[in-house]
């Protein structure tokens, strides 16, 4: 029996730990659909064309998710989603693994509005820009890559100006998605309201 839980939001808002946990906890899959444009953003940097990159790409390709996280691979994956033909050859992927026996989870930020509109469970995770700016810094500086607080910050801007604006697939919470915003929330906290709103869908 398949159920999907769809979560959205914006970069470093909280969705990819959130997801995580939830799936482990319920025993789904999950899969973090911003590393599939991720991917295609890193072909793209390589000199590849990013409708073929998408067209071509297999689970193999998302075999090292930490080479597909740094600054320049966030932002070439910003860039090739605003493709519409990109986010076509990604959406079958993306469809089959949602409706796979034994549930599954996938975030990113169409997952409830154009991937898994009918998703038994949708979430929308937020927060304000400064704290998820704050949370991106530290993260890199805990990775060992140079970085800068206002650079960041920029970055988060723009790239939520790109995802809000472009014209297929903008990022927007479903109509029937429950908003958690983490801005004053702690993980076990987001983690647990998270629980909470899935396991009140499946009863």
């Known amino acids: 029996m398949s159920f999907t839980v769809a979560i959205d939001g914006p970069a470093a808002a909280g969705k990819g730990t959130i997801s995580r946990a939830v799936a482990e906890h319920f025993g789904f899959a999950h899969l973090d659909t911003g590393l599939l444009y991720r991917a295609v953003g890193a072909r793209m940097l390589t000199g590849k064309e990013p409708v073929e990159a998408?067209?071509?790409?297999?689970?193999?390709?998302?075999?090292d998710p930490?080479?597909?996280?740094?600054?320049?691979?966030?932002?070439?994956?910003s860039r090739v989603a605003?493709?519409?033909?990109?986010?076509a050859a990604l959406v079958d992927f993306q469809r089959a693994f949602a409706r796979r026996?034994?549930?599954?989870?996938?975030?990113?930020?169409?997952?409830?509005?154009v991937i898994c509109p009918d998703a038994e469970a949708k979430l929308f995770v937020t927060a304000s820009a400064e704290v998820r700016a704050s949370r991106r810094?530290?993260?890199?500086?805990?990775?060992g890559i140079a970085s800068d607080y206002d650079t960041v910050l920029a970055d988060v801007r723009e790239r939520d100006a790109r995802d809000a604006n472009r014209a297929t697939a903008p990022l927007l919470p479903a109509a029937d998605a429950v908003i958690?915003?983490?801005?004053?929330?702690?993980?076990?906290e987001a983690v647990a309201k998270a629980i909470r709103e899935i396991a009140a869908h499946r009863d």
Request: charge should be negative; avoid cysteine.
């Open 54 to 63: 998408a067209q071509a790409l297999t689970a193999d390709d998302l075999g």
């Open 66 to 77: 930490d080479a597909l996280r740094t600054p320049d691979v966030a932002q070439a994956a």
């Open 82 to 87: 605003v493709i519409p033909e990109v986010r």
């Open 101 to 113: 026996a034994g549930g599954a989870v996938l975030d990113g930020r169409d997952i409830g509005t």
């Open 137 to 143: 810094h530290k993260e890199l500086l805990e990775r």
């Open 180 to 188: 958690i915003d983490t801005s004053d929330l702690s993980i076990e």
